[in-house]
């Protein structure tokens, strides 16, 4: 199993940052790779981002836009989302998932997930 924790949402105003983090604990080799998720009242779970553990490639929404940053350190087995320039369509709650394989916009493929961290941001 792998534990997944999630940190760093907030209340942030339009135009500002916050950095989410995502702590995995347990059997970390299992997963190959990693995402970032999220859901807003009344929609559905959409993508974010991915990034491949060991290459460090990754792969984002068209909606990110250069605004988030997918990021890792494989010391800490911790992943990171920047995002910047938050507008308030972004507020949503955050997931961090683990998958084994390579990265991926599907989230069917991800087996482990985090209880997730509220974004919410104000115009």
């Known amino acids: 199993q792998v534990q997944l924790v999630e940190s760093g949402g907030g209340l942030v105003r339009a135009g500002g940052s916050l950095r989410l983090s995502c702590a995995a604990s347990?059997?970390?080799?299992?997963?190959?790779?990693m995402g970032w998720f999220r859901q807003a009242p009344g929609k559905e779970r959409e993508f974010v981002a991915t990034i491949n553990w060991r290459s460090g490639f990754s792969d984002y929404a068209d909606f990110v836009k250069g605004r988030f940053t997918i990021s890792r350190d494989n010391a800490k087995n911790t992943v990171y989302l920047q995002l910047n320039s938050l507008k308030p369509e972004d507020t949503a709650v955050y997931y961090c998932?683990?998958?084994?394989?390579?990265?991926?916009?599907?989230?069917?493929?991800?087996?482990?997930w985090g209880q997730g961290t509220s974004v919410t941001v104000s115009s």
């Open positions: 347990g059997r970390t080799f299992s997963s190959s790779a």
């Open positions: 998932a683990a998958k084994v394989g390579a990265r991926s916009r599907i989230s069917g493929e991800y087996g482990y």
